[in-house]
């Protein structure tokens, strides 16, 4: 495991998320630590390559976190600046192919096609993280949108119902206890 790279990664997705331009702040940071933990537990259960998975899911917000322009299509621009970060530390080509790719497919609502268990991984984690980091759906709801009471609950709810209903049909097997104790908060 390229130990090395990792924390390098963590450092830079740590120093991007701190700067005023994005958007997102710290949340954002929390969120992507989830996903690496989701991911890396998700790894193990599936037999995918764990480095893979991990560099992936410290990658797979980079242009979100980079340059807002790039929120819409941030699937595909952080596959490019994953592959240029990863050039430049020397990291293995065929991986680095295979980080890009699990970037590319990360997003649940843009249905690109996984063709690898390392996709699916990054993905599934990506989706579940979202139970890990409630309160930050809970800030984006009352304080960015302004929400009253009921209307940041039923937003929260729905976006709980959407991430959980993105995943494969055996990651919703492992969380499904953890999306109904969450759930069960919402009433």
């Known amino acids: 495991m390229r130990t090395d790279i990792i924390e390098y990664l963590q450092k830079e997705v740590y120093h991007r998320c701190k700067q005023p331009t994005n958007k997102f702040g710290m949340g954002c940071y929390y969120h992507i630590e989830a996903v690496v933990k989701n991911a890396e537990i998700l790894a193990e259960k599936y037999g995918a390559d764990k480095e893979t998975v991990i560099i992936a899911a410290w990658l797979h917000d980079i242009a979100s976190i980079t340059d807002y322009a790039m929120y819409e299509e941030h699937h595909k ?4 600046i994953a592959k240029e970060i990863l050039n430049e530390l020397n990291y293995d080509k065929e991986k680095s192919a295979l980080v890009q790719k699990c970037i590319l497919n990360h997003r649940g609502s843009v249905k690109l096609g996984r063709t690898s268990i ?4 990054v993905a599934d984690a990506d989706a579940i993280s979202h139970f890990d980091r409630v309160p930050s ?3 984006l709801a009352y304080v960015e949108r302004k929400m009253d009471i009921e209307q940041g609950a039923q937003f929260v709810r729905k976006k709980l119902e959407r991430s959980y209903n993105k995943l494969s049909d055996e990651s919703k097997e492992i969380y499904k206890v953890k999306y109904e104790q969450v759930m069960a908060v919402f009433g």
């Open 118 to 121: 390392e996709e699916l991984c």
């Open 77 to 80: 621009y952080g596959a490019g």
């Open 137 to 139: 759906l809970l800030y």
